[in-house]
């Protein structure tokens, strides 16, 4: 998922719970008879939400239909784009390689994906290596986890990565930058035994 999308769930499911908890622990105060600010809508035990004078307040003028399906058409919407965003794939499919003729050529992103793997697999000190690809055709962006046996030291595997495989995948397909996170997680492995 890319970096604005995550912001963008976390802003509005953020902005949705507070919304949501305020108005909630403000009806349940009121309900409960707990004083509540005057500029609060209910404010006793037997107030409804909505009266018959406030749901039928607005029906004679002539902006007000307009208006509420302006707004409900535009929350249809934006709601419609945050579903379509989280079903979109994550995964790259292709990546766009400059030809240099102005065409440009298409490489399936599994390919890249899978040399970038055995390329990290390869190094001293990784047990296992996983790589997907992210982003835009023309700008991917790698993710690469990292299965370190116990021996490994982290930072030459991370250089190595980064001269060796990385710096591989960047330039065959021809890209200017391919930015990359990178996890490491150690093998498990049994206490050896001294005897």
């Given amino acids: 998922m890319s970096g604005v999308l ?12 507070l919304v949501l ?13 707990f004083s509540v600010p005057s500029w609060w809508p209910w404010y006793g035990k037997k107030d409804v939400l909505l009266s018959d004078a406030d749901r039928e307040r607005w029906r004679s003028e002539g902006w007000w239909w307009p208006v509420v399906i302006a707004v409900l058409a535009v929350v249809v919407v934006l709601a419609l784009w945050w579903l379509l965003a989280q079903l979109r794939r994550a ?6 390689v400059d030809s240099g003729d102005g ?13 970038l793997a055995g390329e990290a697999g390869a190094l001293d000190g990784v047990a296992r290596a996983q790589a997907v690809l992210t982003g835009r055709r023309s700008t991917p962006e790698a993710r690469i986890r990292l299965l370190m046996e116990p021996h490994a030291a982290p930072d030459e595997a991370l250089g190595r990565l980064s001269d060796e495989a990385i710096a591989h995948a960047r330039d065959s ?16 492995h049994r206490a050896e035994r001294v005897s």
Avoid: H, Q
């Avoid at 995550?6 to 719970?17: C, E, K, Q």
């Avoid at 908890?21 to 008879?33: H, P, Q, Y």
């Avoid at 050529?105 to 994906?113: D, N, P, T, V, Y």
């Fill in 6 to 17: 995550r912001t963008v769930n976390r802003v509005l499911l953020g902005l949705v719970g």
């Fill in 21 to 33: 908890v305020c108005v909630g622990g403000g009806v349940l105060a009121a309900g409960l008879g």
């Fill in 91 to 96: 995964r790259l499919s292709e990546v766009l």
């Fill in 103 to 115: 065409e440009g050529a298409l490489l399936r992103g599994r390919a890249l994906e899978g040399v």
């Fill in 173 to 188: 397909a021809g890209l200017a930058r391919l930015p990359a996170e990178v996890r490491l997680k150690a093998v498990k």
